[in-house]
């Protein structure tokens, strides 16, 4: 979304670091990520593109080697600092994993979680209104709408990640951040989830993280190419995929590695 | 002598397979290819070796005693004794042949011991001289008959097959022969007491029902209101309960602990801690049971104004829930761990919180396992005997008050096999009655929990 000509950025890291116990993972990254666009990194296995996703929602708090050095700039407020409150955060950042992990629990508990433990429904109507709402945004409404208390486990693994999708979108998080969304999705489920991200870059910023270059390609404007830990280059999507500045970046899109 | 045979027949075995292992290197010295590795061909001899020993000793073992006792009596056949004499009259031989016989020795029974005496030596010696000629010929037949091309090593491996299978065979059939050998038992004192009276009467008072003489007639009136097990199923499951109470919740608070709060170093040195507490014998339990926790309840309840038994159901229960902690707290710890890491990313992800992540996702997940593991708790508790003897007394009241004692199933079967018992008693029946009930209800108990188990495992595969 553009201001009087000028992209607004969303979120700001500088100068991060990465360490899982004594190896460091990232080195150094500084990316500004643009408000209600899609930005895509990619790179190859291990360099640390998941690693800085889950950094911006400090999903890394959950594994005990991991330390995050740096400064992660949210509406300009330092996630990493000691006063952020990491429950409020996951609130604004919701997240969509690999494989897609609906709880083991009905479809409308699924979507209702984030609402419950965040006191976003006064009622029961208000939550049937989240709920559904949710499921329209993630294209899984129709799908679903007579199976609302039946497990989300038992529906197809396409409609289990976009019931993820609509269990990340139900508390109106202002980012969301997937990882790999689609690895585990025919074609067909990957293109209705590319088709539903398109759709939810108007009202949320979007990090995915792909190895699909087609994919990072499709729906992403900005890209940042990883390897090694590095951010070795970012910028327009186009720019990336048409005219890298970096001979890596070149290799890596025309598939001579990774 | 038996030793000496069967020592030798090892050594025979080794030898067989050393001669196995050098035939087939003969073989493939001579640039032949062989069908298995040498040492196949080894243990397919040691096999010929062990399956016909195996077979002599087991024929010998069942034949002998009877075909011995057989020649032994047959000099007193038309004699006009009755079966029961003759076997007397074979024991008293028996005895006086090992020296041990105190009675009047006549001199049909000194003829008796000395024929006796050399029938086992002529059966002894001939075993001996069978066993390894039979063992001689198999394995030289078997030597002769390995060949390049012969099949070592299927027969080896179907062997191994047989022994594995034998040994689960034996630990079913034990299983089975325990049922049965309750069963007749239970059969028979149903007979004599109604099975309405001891599933519904609340009178347990086997005192009442001293030895009778084997000469007196069975009067099942004399039983009236002696076996009613009420009291005692009572007792059973309210101890379980107060152990229950016990376990549950600590268990499962130090599990979700482990699984979930504990750092890997804090779980690597608490978990063999607390499953330290599983391998302290059930009789240490019973008297720390008794003479600790039993007086100090009786204490505290004094001084409170409160009329405590030293020997409470309270005291009992109590440290059988202690007991029953780590089984608890270590399978709800499995179960836990087991939940996915994914949905608790999920639940993260969302911003849940540690504690509304396991309260509303980890829980609901593992909450099969952990009934399963609640359930083995309770069949456990059911089961337990040492400490209910010691420490809940032996009266089987009919209470629900914790203060006071009551009685177990485990402990009155203790009560009544103690000390002297007559087969064939109703009162000694009554123990396999009690052990029978116990039986199912663990049974069903362990069904149950295993089920839940199984349904939990394949969610998640």
């Known amino acids: ?258 | 002598m038996n030793l000496i045979l069967f020592t030798f027949i090892v050594l025979l075995g080794f030898t067989s397979y050393y001669f196995g292992r050098k035939k087939a290197y003969t073989i493939q010295s001579s640039n032949k290819r062989l069908t298995a590795l040498p040492q196949f061909y080894g243990y397919y001899l040691a096999i010929w070796c062990a399956i016909p020993a195996f077979i002599i000793f087991s024929l010998w073992a069942i034949f002998e005693p009877t075909i011995v006792k057989l020649l032994v009596l047959s000099d007193y056949s038309n004699q006009g004794y009755l079966d029961d004499e003759l076997n007397l009259i074979y024991e008293k031989t028996k005895s006086l042949s090992r020296g041990q016989f105190t009675g009047e020795i006549t001199p049909f029974i000194e003829a008796s011991a000395e024929k006796y005496l050399s029938l086992r030596s002529i059966a002894q010696s001939s075993k001996a001289v069978i066993v390894l000629s039979i063992i001689i010929a198999s394995v030289a037949y078997a030597y002769k008959r390995i060949s390049s091309n012969s099949r070592t090593r299927e027969p080896v491996e179907k062997f191994l097959n047989a022994v594995l299978f034998t040994a689960s065979l034996a630990a079913i059939l034990t299983t089975v022969g325990i049922v049965f050998s309750l069963i007749f038992q239970t059969i028979d004192f149903f007979k004599v007491i109604p099975l309405f009276d001891f599933v519904f009467g609340t009178h347990w008072y086997p005192a009442k029902a001293f030895v009778r003489d084997s000469s007196e007639a069975l009067d099942p009136s004399m039983y009236s209101d002696t076996f009613g097990a009420v009291p005692i199923f009572a007792g059973t499951f309210f101890i379980a309960f107060i152990a229950m109470c016990v376990a549950i919740p600590i268990g499962l608070m130090s599990g979700i602990y482990l699984a979930e709060y504990a750092s890997s170093k804090v779980r690597q040195y608490a978990k063999p801690l607390i499953e330290i507490l599983a391998g302290i014998p059930t009789v240490v339990y019973g008297f720390f049971a008794a003479l600790t926790v039993g007086p100090f309840l009786k204490e505290l309840g004094t001084s409170m104004g409160l009329e405590v038994s030293a020997e409470s159901a309270l005291a009992a229960g109590g440290v059988m829930g202690i007991m029953i902690i780590p089984f608890i707290s270590s399978l709800s710890d499995d179960v836990i761990t087991s939940v996915p890491q994914s949905l608790r990313d999920g639940s993260y992800a969302m911003g849940a919180t540690k504690s509304e992540t396991i309260k509303r996702v980890i829980f609901p997940a593992a909450l099969p396992g952990i009934v399963g593991s609640i359930l083995l708790g309770v069949s456990r508790a059911i089961g337990e005997t040492m400490i209910v003897v010691m420490a809940s007394g032996l009266a089987a009241n009919l209470t629900l008050n914790p203060l006071e004692s009551t009685s177990t199933i485990t402990a009155q079967i203790v009560v009544i096999l103690i000390g002297d018992q007559a087969f064939g008693d109703p009162k000694t029946q009554a123990a396999f009655a009690l052990g029978m009930s116990l039986f199912l209800v663990t049974l069903c108990l362990n069904i149950v929990a295993l089920r839940v188990v199984k349904k939990y495992r394949e969610k998640y595969e």
Not at chain 1, 43 to 68: A, E, Y
Not at chain 1, 114 to 143: F, N, R
Request: glycine share 8%; with cysteine; charged share 25%.
């Open chain 1, 1 to 258: 979304m553009k201001k009087n000509g000028v992209k607004m950025i969303k979120i700001k890291a500088k100068n991060v670091d990465v360490f899982y116990g004594k190896k460091q993972a990232l080195y150094n990254i500084g990316l500004d990520i643009e408000e209600n666009q899609v930005t895509a990194l990619i790179g190859p296995s291990g360099c640390g593109k998941s690693t800085f996703l889950r950094c911006l929602n400090r999903m890394n708090d959950v594994i005990d080697i991991c330390s995050v050095k740096g400064e992660i700039l949210i509406n300009d407020f330092n996630i990493n600092d000691k006063s952020c409150d990491v429950v409020r955060l996951r609130e604004k950042i919701g997240m969509v994993f690999q494989k897609p992990n609906p709880f083991p629990k009905t479809v409308y508990e699924n979507i209702s979680y984030g609402p419950t433990i965040h006191g976003m429904a006064q009622s029961k109507q208000e939550m049937d209104e989240i709920v559904e709402t949710s499921l329209k945004k993630a294209a899984l409404w129709e799908e679903v709408k007579d199976r609302l208390h039946e497990p989300g486990t038992g529906l197809s693994g396409g409609q289990q990640q976009r019931l993820c999708i609509a269990r990340a979108i139900s508390v109106r998080p202002e980012v969301i951040l997937m990882d790999e969304p689609c690895s585990a999705l025919d074609p067909i489920a990957t293109a209705q989830i590319e088709e539903l991200i398109d759709e939810l870059k108007k009202e949320h910023t979007i990090i995915i993280v792909t190895h699909s270059m087609a994919q990072a390609a499709r729906v992403s404007q900005n890209t940042g190419f990883f390897h090694l830990g590095h951010l070795i280059e970012h910028g327009s999507t186009d720019k990336i995929f048409k005219n890298p500045d970096n001979t890596k970046t070149q290799d890596y899109i025309t598939g001579r590695f990774g």
